[in-house]
């Protein structure tokens, strides 16, 4: 794993981890902590929770401390983030919120009974 120069130590680049990671199958119960509006905002896509609690997740190239900063402070946990870029991100938030994205924007325009 390499760290690349970025102001947060944590942001980590792993090209086997990018390379695999649509082969991924994110639980629904990890993709609910952050809602799909929150991750296409800050270019966040939850995967994992790790040993110590931390949610990991995969951010867009260019998103700083202070993203990584709001993202924990929405949902209220700690945040490991590994980066990719901002093209196969969105790609990967569409596959893996698919029909959850499309299930909450119909609850949104569904009109009030």
Do not use: W
């Not at 760290?3 to 629904?28: K, Y």
């Not at 901002?86 to 893996?96: F, G, N, P, R, S």
């Amino acid at each position: 794993m390499q760290t690349l120069n970025h102001p947060s130590p944590l942001i980590t680049r792993d090209a086997q981890f990018i390379e695999t990671f649509e082969g991924i199958s994110i639980p629904h119960s990890i993709l609910s902590i952050i809602p799909y509006q929150t991750a296409m905002e800050h270019f966040v896509l939850p995967y994992a929770i790790d040993e110590k609690g931390r949610l990991r997740v995969v951010m867009a190239h260019g998103c700083g401390a202070e993203t990584l900063q709001r993202v924990q402070l929405c949902i209220g946990r700690l945040v490991r983030p590994m980066l990719l870029d901002k093209e196969a991100l969105l790609a990967l938030i569409a596959k893996h919120y698919g029909a959850l994205a499309t299930e909450e924007g119909a609850a949104l325009q569904r009109p009030e009974a």
